[in-house]
Nanobody, 121 residues
């Protein structure tokens, strides 16, 4: 079974930076797209950024120019570098990956449990 584990969340002041990490482990054959989503209290979960296996990236308009997504395929890890953080970035951030498990021959969606990012003075 595949597991995604996020780390790097915490409390930061407006204008500060954080780097989130997410590592996939388990019986993995290959990893396709990986991404970060976030959910603020009372709101729907939304896409923040995603990166394909070919390193093509997409960002939400609200984070473009401030956040950078990257991946290290050798470590099965995706990162989200968050700069110039704003209070409205406060949310639980969830890692997502589209993964082919060993001997499954098809891809499935996997989610991490989330890591809380709080941007406040």
């Amino acid at each position: 079974q595949v597991q995604l584990v996020e780390s790097g969340g915490g409390l930061v002041q407006p204008g500060g930076s954080l780097r989130l990490s997410c590592t996939a482990s388990g019986s993995i054959f290959s990893i396709n797209d990986m991404g970060w989503y976030r959910q603020a209290p009372g709101k729907q979960r939304e896409l923040v950024a995603r990166i394909t296996s070919g390193d093509n990236t997409n960002y939400a308009d609200s984070v473009t120019g401030r956040f950078t997504i990257s991946r290290d395929n050798a470590k099965n890890t995706v990162y989200l570098q968050m700069n110039s953080l704003k209070p409205e970035d406060t949310a639980v951030y969830y890692c997502h990956a589209h993964i082919v498990g060993r001997d499954h021959y098809y891809a499935a969606n996997y989610w991490g449990k989330g890591t809380l990012v709080t941007v406040s003075s």
